[in-house]
């Protein structure tokens, strides 16, 4: 019996062994690839459907994001609301989420109603019909919420600081204006609906406590439609970012906080340096013990909270910090923010500090790993990013083995100043 009494033994997480559970990969009749992990002890699966459909293909502004919302609104023989009341009916849930690269629509059902549920996806895939009254009322919808979003600092700059980093053209840097919503029309959401999801290409990603003939069940209702027939080719996009680095913006006259962001270009997963850079970026301003929180959080008070990312994008990314401050001590907060990045240029990451933040990222990766659909979201990453397993061993003898001087190193490379786009919405 459990002495309750005792306190557990303490594990250093940097000592285990963490071992990614394999995905089995198949394919349908019509090429498809499906990756499975068949784990977990709940009645419960996720079959999820990526479609190479993001913006980075759209000719038009919110095309792609348009047509990905509205597959869910109609089909030759059901409106929006029987489809709903369908996917309800078996206690299901069905979302559609559309990215600068891809398009997803991921379904989540209990095993048992799997064969009820499937065949309207199926459908939706092929008889969608996008009908006017549903495409103006998603048009209302969104201008009315765009709307109230613009009187938002926060929302605002998250919006400029990527079209400083890449160009107001690029899928990564591009946003929505009212105008959009008002030139949106029905035939370019059917074009592009033809195109990428109809004759579209497709993987498959599919997690939970899996029946023994799900390959049976998904060919069946998959198998046979007319993906993978063509290549879709991504257009090339190059990034344009901005000449000048500073600004400073009024969004509303008598707010009394801004929002601050100040990021940099920075390479994809397949850069030599972005491992490391995940650790120092923790170091620096990953988590709720880094070095910016206890700064500028618990030192000076200037913020609820302060963190900084790499962005998850597939071609290129850029180092990013965030956070919302006193519109009085903005400027302040940027100060700190270098002079943050300048210790780490001018001093070791001390042992103590090091096996902290190694502790914390396997201790993420722990929960990253804590059951079917989180594991099949990194296979989905890896898939989506061209790495292999590899990558997760990689990443781990990275954050187990990184030394301090490696990481100062790494910022007397990337935490340059005059690198660094700053933006303050006020």
Request: glycine fraction near 6%.
């Amino acid at each position: 019996m459990l002495n309750r009494q005792e306190a557990p033994a303490i594990v250093d997480t940097v000592a285990l062994d963490l071992q990614l559970k394999q995905a089995a990969k198949f394919a349908l009749d019509n090429g498809v690839e499906v990756y499975t992990v068949n784990a977990g002890a709940q009645e419960v699966i996720m079959v999820e459907l990526v479609f190479f459909a993001g913006n980075s293909y759209e000719t038009k502004n919110i095309v792609a994001a348009t047509t990905n919302f509205m597959l869910k609104n109609g089909t030759t023989n059901k409106t929006a609301f029987a489809i709903n009341e369908h996917f309800e009916l078996y206690g299901s849930y069905l979302n559609r989420n559309c990215y600068n690269e891809t398009a997803t629509i991921t379904l989540h059902t209990l095993i048992k109603h799997l064969q009820n549920v499937l065949p309207v996806v199926a459908e939706l895939l092929m008889e969608s019909v996008f009908p006017e009254e549903e495409l103006s009322i998603y048009k209302q919808n969104q201008k009315q919420r765009l709307q109230v979003n613009l009187k938002k600092c926060d929302f605002v700059a998250n919006r400029l600081i990527d079209e400083y980093l890449y160009g107001i053209q690029h899928p990564y840097g591009k946003y929505t204006s009212i105008v959009d919503y008002d030139n949106i029309q029905r035939e370019e959401l059917i074009a592009y609906y033809e195109k990428f999801y109809k004759e579209g290409n497709c993987i498959l990603f599919v997690a939970g406590k899996l029946p023994a003939d799900i390959q049976q069940q998904l060919n069946s209702v998959f198998g046979s439609l007319p993906f993978n027939k063509k290549q879709i080719i991504q257009p090339e996009h190059i990034a344009a970012p901005a000449f000048e680095k500073k600004y400073n913006i009024i969004n509303d006259e008598n707010g009394v906080q801004g929002a601050i962001r100040m990021a940099r270009p920075f390479p994809n997963r397949h850069h030599p340096d972005f491992m490391k850079a995940q650790v120092l970026n923790n170091i620096f301003g990953g988590f709720f013990g880094s070095r910016l929180m206890a700064n500028i959080r618990e030192d000076k008070g200037y913020t609820y909270g302060i963190h900084s990312y790499l962005q998850n994008h597939v071609q290129q990314s850029a180092w990013m910090i965030s956070t919302e401050a006193g519109r009085d001590v903005c400027k302040a907060t940027i100060d700190e923010v270098y002079k943050e990045m300048q210790l780490l240029k001018d001093e070791l990451v001390d042992a103590e500090e090091l096996d902290l933040v190694r502790n914390y990222m396997i201790g993420g990766l722990l929960g990253d790993l804590d059951g079917p659909f989180q594991i099949i979201a990194r296979w989905k990453t890896y898939v989506l990013n061209n790495l292999t397993e590899a990558y997760f061993y990689k990443s781990i003898d990275t954050i187990k083995t990184v030394s301090a001087e490696e990481l100062q190193a790494l910022a007397i490379k990337y935490f340059n100043e005059d690198e660094f786009y700053e933006l303050t919405v006020v």
